[in-house]
């Protein structure tokens, strides 16, 4: 395995800055998820380490050699797209075959018997490995997909959304044992998506990307606890952060124009008058919609609460984040 370093990398179609001066380092063995909307340059990020795109200035290194002049199979990393890229006419053993029988691996058959039997169990298509692709349903299309860069050992795993297109069970459990084949094998894997629960519970870096700029890295407790931004702040947290004026509430320091407050950030029974407007009861939480001074506030409670509709209940902020008219954070 092997670090990743991206150093100043800007790339540009057209008119269009899709990376912004984009700078990080992914340490060796580490699970980073790089987290942002449609357009943030999430995959663009990816395609410059795969070497499927070109920087137009900056460079991307791999093991601490640059990687301008080497192709993307040069560069030994393995790649997952969010479309299935399987071929059709082989079985989904044949398609997990095919990369270790590439002649610069020479593995051994034995030893493909074995990884892909591995990795079938892991992903749980060993009853479809005599099937066809066209006869797979897309979950377990995708399932095979991850599966081919599995078997192989790359120095790096990039992976765009690879679980978007599964259900809501299977997204879990794949969670689980991407995270712990990582862990096990110590994987260098960078990986995009727009789950923030798929990047709290798997990563140990995150990178926040907006509109091509990377706007904080850390881990994802640094990042949840200590937003640079608003932006940064919306991108973690369930239910979303609040952003509220400041000046709905005082004590509020120099500069600041926007407060935000997390679900525990609210401190309940205390301070001034908020109206539920509804109650969202989630089994292990509750959700309270609240009008506070007319301006609507989510937080969370007691998953056996009484609360309804109309009741009256106190809030008042509780060690919040403050931000400037910007959205930049100042305190």
């Not at 790649?79 to 590439?102: A, G, I």
């Not at 952060?241 to 407060?259: E, H, Q, R, T, W």
Request: net charge neutral.
């Amino acid at each position: 395995m092997a670090d990743v370093v991206i150093n100043g990398v800007s790339k540009f179609y057209d008119s269009v800055t899709a990376l912004d001066n984009v700078s990080m380092t992914i340490p060796d063995g580490s699970f980073v998820v790089l987290l942002g909307p449609t357009g943030a340059g999430k995959t663009t990020t990816l395609r410059m380490v795969s070497g499927l795109e070109l920087p137009g200035s900056g460079e991307v290194s791999i093991g601490g050699q640059p990687m301008r002049d080497l192709s993307p199979a040069e560069r030994n990393v393995a790649m997952v797209f969010q479309q299935y890229s399987l071929y059709p006419h082989l079985t989904v053993r044949q398609n997990l075959e095919f990369p270790l029988k590439s002649p610069q691996l020479n593995t051994p058959k034995v030893e493909i018997d074995r990884k892909v039997a591995n990795v079938a169990e892991i992903l749980q298509i060993s009853h479809k490995l005599d099937n066809k692709a066209t006869a797979l349903s897309g979950g377990e299309m995708q399932r095979v997909s991850i599966g081919r860069a599995l078997v192989r050992n790359p120095s790096v795993y990039l992976m765009d959304e690879p679980l978007s297109s599964l259900d809501a069970k299977l997204r879990s459990d794949l969670r689980v044992e991407l995270k712990n084949i990582q862990a096990n094998s110590g994987a260098t894997l960078l990986y995009v998506t727009h789950d923030q629960i798929e990047a709290m519970t798997m990563a140990t870096h995150i990178g926040v990307l907006d509109k091509g700029r990377l706007v904080q890295y850390g881990s994802p407790r640094e990042v949840y606890e200590n937003p640079v931004s608003v932006y940064a702040a919306s991108r973690l947290g369930q239910p979303r952060i609040n952003i509220l004026p400041a000046d709905l509430f005082s004590d509020v320091p120099k500069g600041a124009k926007l407060i935000g407050l997390r679900p525990e950030q609210i401190k309940q029974g205390e301070g001034e008058n908020s109206h539920v407007q509804r109650v969202e009861h989630l089994g292990d939480q509750t959700r309270l919609h609240l009008s506070y001074k007319n301006h609507d506030v989510i937080t969370v409670t007691d998953a056996h609460t009484n609360l309804k509709e109309g009741d009256v209940v106190k809030v008042r902020p509780n060690k919040p984040f403050y931000f400037d008219a910007a959205g930049a954070r100042v305190s």
